[in-house]
């Protein structure tokens, strides 16, 4: 089975702190990893996924399989960073209809 | 392009009532699904379907059905609404593998938001 979790419900920091959202998984096979991101009033969209190794929007997040970790990161945090963040695993359906097994989110304010 | 849309946007029932959501995606993507999500909890997948004419049960099918008759619309039917199906409920859908080798994403809609009394 496969899961995912998110320790932190909220999280709060100010801005131009770094900020970190934590995510482990438990996946059997090799895992494909994505944090999503449902700012207030918009629907939830893809932030970014391990296999790209890019930043978007100053975030990064490197894949740790030791660990077993895709924790969130960016230097300086930012107003307009403030949202709700999931981290997602891809596990196989059928094909290469892909499941989503989502975390609980962390929901992320950055103060003034 | 107006990607993912759901309808209705929010709704009311009273237990026992039966209602249909409806989701459509103008993208041609061959994969929707959906989820519903609860307070606490991450998104869970109910249904999904690989194709038009196709439907398979997610992680929490019991209490809905679904149907794919047209490829882009996946209709989420709820035949005996109980309390506990009062729920956020997003469609999405996705297109196979991308060139890189990688799972295409999924795109979302904006959600339902259903309470059962």
């Known amino acids: 089975a496969q899961r995912v979790t998110q320790p932190e419900k909220l999280l709060s920091v100010f801005k131009g702190a770094p900020v970190e959202l934590k995510c482990n998984y438990s996946y059997s096979g090799s895992p494909e990893l994505f944090w999503y991101v449902q700012y207030s009033r918009q629907r939830l969209q893809l932030l970014l996924r391990?296999?790209s190794r890019e930043s978007i929007k100053g975030f990064t997040a490197d894949l740790n399989k030791g660990e077993t970790s895709f924790h969130l990161k960016k230097p300086f945090a930012q107003e307009e960073d403030s949202a709700m963040y999931y981290c997602?695993?891809?596990?196989?359906?059928?094909?290469?209809?892909?499941?989503?097994?989502f975390g609980s989110g962390t929901q992320l304010t950055v103060l003034p | 392009n107006a990607g993912v849309t759901q309808t209705p946007k929010f709704r009311v029932l009273k237990t026992g009532q039966s209602m249909t959501l409806l989701c459509a995606q103008d993208m041609n993507h061959e994969y929707m699904y959906w989820y519903r999500q609860d307070p606490g909890m991450g998104l869970r997948l109910i249904h999904y379907s690989v194709g038009e004419g196709t439907t398979a049960k997610g992680e929490v099918p019991d209490g809905y059905n679904v149907s794919r008759l047209k490829k882009q619309n996946f209709l989420l039917g709820l035949e005996s609404a109980a309390p506990s199906q009062t729920s956020v409920y997003f469609c999405a859908s996705s297109n196979g593998l991308a060139r890189t080798g990688s799972y295409n994403e999924q795109f979302f809609g904006p959600g339902t938001r259903l309470t059962v009394l």
């Open positions: 391990h296999i």
């Open positions: 997602a695993l891809s596990g196989l359906l059928s094909g290469s209809a892909r499941q989503l097994t």
